[in-house]
Each structure stands twice: as structure tokens, then as C-alpha cells.
């Protein structure tokens, strides 16, 4: 079965740091790409971060780059987003998710498998 748990979300404050993680089945860690995208109410869901299998290749969505890093571990079968100053119009549903690539696409109907996603808030 392959699965995609994220968790590490939550409330925090303007410039303030979150970590998420992805947790995934060994067919996507031993495989796969992953990446990070967000959804806010109203909104597209966004690209932010996306990781290739081996870790070698990473893109970020410009409006992150320097302040969001993504990494994984796949002895441990998670991926990471250290999140820092965080901006309150960065609020929204944050998912974790896998293509069926070992390079990550930016665009997330090229992304076959989903996470249920961990709403990040953050406050003013």
C-alpha cells in the first residue's frame, strides 16, 4: 500500500519556524521524487518544494527560497520542510506528495500519490 502521512503543522507567529514531515511507504522512498505543495481557502493548490529521489536535484517555489529548505531521509522514509520567518499569507493546508518520477515536477497534477495534508496557520 502506498501511503503519505504528513504531520508537524500548526499555529505559530509571524517570522516564527515549523517543521513538517512526510512520512511514506518504502515504494516512494525507494523511488520516487516528492515534493511539497500548499493550498490556502479559495486557492490553487501551489508547488513549493520538491525533492528528487536520491536528494541530488531540489527546486522551490520563488516566493520560499531561502527561507524554506526541504530534505529526506529514506533509511527513514520521510521527507522534511524546515519552514522559517514564516508570513501570515503563508496560512494553508500543507500536503506532501509523490510522482511517479524520480524528478519532481512542478506542477501537481503530474503527482500521483497525496497525503491528507496539516493545516499551517500563521498569525500576525
Known amino acids: 500500500q502506498v501511503r503519505l502521512v504528513e504531520s508537524g503543522g500548526g499555529l505559530v507567529q509571524a517570522g516564527g519556524s515549523l517543521r513538517l514531515s512526510c512520512a511514506a511507504s518504502e515504494r516512494i522512498s525507494n523511488s520516487y521524487a516528492m515534493g511539497w505543495f500548499r493550498q490556502a481557502p479559495g486557492k490553487e493548490r501551489e508547488f513549493v518544494a520538491g525533492?528528487?529521489?536520491?536528494?541530488?536535484?531540489?527546486e522551490y517555489a520563488d516566493s520560499v527560497k531561502g527561507r524554506f529548505t526541504i530534505s529526506r531521509d529514506n533509511a527513514k522514509n520521510t521527507a522534511y520542510l524546515q519552514m522559517n520567518s514564516l508570513k501570515p499569507e503563508e496560512t494553508a493546508v500543507y500536503y506532501c506528495a509523490a510522482p511517479v518520477d524520480e524528478l519532481p515536477p512542478l506542477e501537481p497534477q503530474k503527482y500521483v500519490y497525496w497525503g491528507q495534508g496539516t493545516q499551517v496557520t500563521v498569525s500576525s
Open positions: 525533492i528528487s529521489w536520491k536528494g541530488g536535484f531540489i
